[in-house]
Nanobody, 124 residues
Framework: QLQASGGGLVQAGDSLRLSCVASGGTFSYYAMGWFRQAPGKERAFVTAINWSSGNTYYADSVKGRFTISVDNAKNTVYLQMNSLKPEDTAVYYC???????????????????WGQGTLVTVSS
């Protein structure tokens, strides 16, 4: 089970940190991803991390502004978002995929488990 939180209304240039608490298993063999879906658009990849290797992947649109990290003790994945822009406005979803390598997928269909989503609104 994944529980995402931390969304809200912020101004352009502000920062926000999203959290995704994972429960119900051992997540050492999982890849964790963050995706977002803006109104009228498809769900899009934001970032992902392989829980065991720590390998990270970012969409070009967020590189240098967003950072994904994990806290093993808390079974939590974080998405630190800095220098937010109005185009970052979307519902953000965390997702988990069981993997047996050091990779993290970038497409939604590869993920097996999804959180409920948290809304991020960035005003200009």
């Amino acid at each position: 089970q994944l529980q995402a939180s931390g969304g809200g209304l912020v101004q352009a240039g502000d920062s926000l940190r999203l959290s995704c608490v994972a429960s119900g298993g051992t997540f050492s063999y999982y890849a964790m991803g963050w995706f977002r879906q803006a109104p009228g658009k498809e769900r899009a990849f934001v970032t992902a991390i392989n829980w065991s290797s720590g390998n990270t992947y970012y969409a070009d649109s967020v590189k240098g502004r967003f950072t994904i990290s994990v806290d093993n003790a808390k079974n939590t994945v974080y998405l630190q978002m800095n220098s937010l822009k109005p185009e970052d406005t979307a519902v953000y979803y965390c997702a988990a995929d069981l993997v047996y390598n050091d990779y993290a997928p970038k497409t939604p269909r590869e993920y097996d488990y999804w959180g409920q989503g948290t809304l991020v609104t960035v005003s200009s």
